[in-house]
């Protein structure tokens, strides 16, 4: 995962993830399609959902919440998912492969969204 150089820059909820992730996947990972839900945490900063990436190119979705007994936050919710065909769509699934050195992602053969060349 990048992190910032200066962490007066970085959310609260960016520390805790950095600070939660890498206990549970092996190596470097990236997230993406981050959202914040909200939901104030008593220690600052909002409940999250979103998706992570690991280096083997297993997604997991997230949910971090709040932990009662340790009074801190936690991933309240983990779970391994597959990869949505039109997440190779997106540029920012696409920048988290990039970010871990995985390679470029093959287009989905759909006739849904029509792939127009610039």
Same mark, same amino acid.
Request: charged share 25%.
């Given at each position: 995962?990048? @992190?910032?150089?200066?962490?007066? +820059?970085?959310?609260?909820?960016?520390?805790?993830? /950095?600070?939660?992730?890498?206990?549970?996947?092996?190596? &470097?990972?990236?997230?993406?399609?981050?959202?914040?839900?909200?939901?104030?945490?008593?220690?600052?900063?909002? $409940?999250?959902?979103?998706?992570?990436? &690991?280096?083997? /190119?297993?997604?997991?979705?997230?949910?971090?919440?709040? &932990?009662?007994? #340790?009074?801190?936050?936690?991933?309240?919710?983990?779970?391994?998912?597959?990869?949505?065909? &039109?997440?190779? @769509?997106? #540029? $920012?699934? @696409?920048? +988290?492969? #990039?970010?871990?050195?995985?390679? $470029?992602?093959?287009?989905? $053969?759909?006739?849904?969204?029509? #792939?127009?060349?610039?």
């Amino acid at each position: 995962m990048a @992190r910032s150089g200066d962490a007066a +820059a970085v959310s609260p909820e960016a520390l805790a993830l /950095g600070e939660l992730v890498p206990s549970r996947v092996h190596g &470097d990972f990236a997230l993406f399609f981050t959202t914040v839900e909200g939901i104030k945490l008593p220690s600052g900063g909002q $409940e999250t959902t979103g998706y992570v990436l &690991d280096q083997a /190119g297993q997604a997991y979705w997230f949910y971090l919440g709040w &932990d009662p007994e #340790r009074a801190m936050p936690a991933l309240t919710e983990w779970e391994p998912v597959p990869i949505e065909k &039109d997440w190779m @769509r997106t #540029r $920012e699934y @696409r920048d +988290a492969r #990039r970010n871990l050195g995985l390679p $470029e992602p093959e287009w989905p $053969e759909t006739d849904a969204f029509p #792939r127009t060349r610039v």
